[in-house]
């Protein structure tokens, strides 16, 4: 059974930084379409960042120029490093793995970005 376990979510002041990580069960992510997506309260998951499993990123417009996806296919890791954050990038991550038969959630990791 694939697991995705997020971490790396914190609290932190507008400017900072944050690094966030998806671990996964097994090989999955070396095939795998990958992920990030936020939720913030009273609002519906967003798709943030992207990355294919041949390694082509892309970012919502809110984000382009501050976070970066990137995938280490042989730590089965995908991170999510997240520059100038700012109050609405406020929410929780989840990590999504999207192959031809499923789609895996992870249980998500908290951001707050504090003004």
């Known amino acids: 059974q694939v697991q995705l376990v997020e971490s790396g979510g914190d609290l932190v002041q507008a400017g900072g930084s944050l690094r966030l990580s998806c671990a996964a069960s097994?090989?999955?992510?070396?095939?795998?379409?990958m992920g990030w997506y936020r939720q913030a309260p009273g609002n519906q998951r967003e798709l943030v960042a992207a990355?294919?499993?041949?390694?082509?990123?892309k970012y919502t417009n809110s984000v382009k120029g501050r976070f970066t996806i990137s995938r280490d296919n042989a730590q089965n890791t995908v991170h999510l490093q997240m520059d100038t954050l700012k109050p609405e990038d406020t929410g929780v991550y989840y990590c999504e793995a999207e192959t031809t038969w499923h789609d895996y959630w992870g249980r998500g990791t908290q951001v707050t970005v504090s003004s």
């Open positions: 097994g090989d999955i992510i070396s095939f795998a379409d």
């Open positions: 990355i294919t499993h041949g390694g082509s990123p």
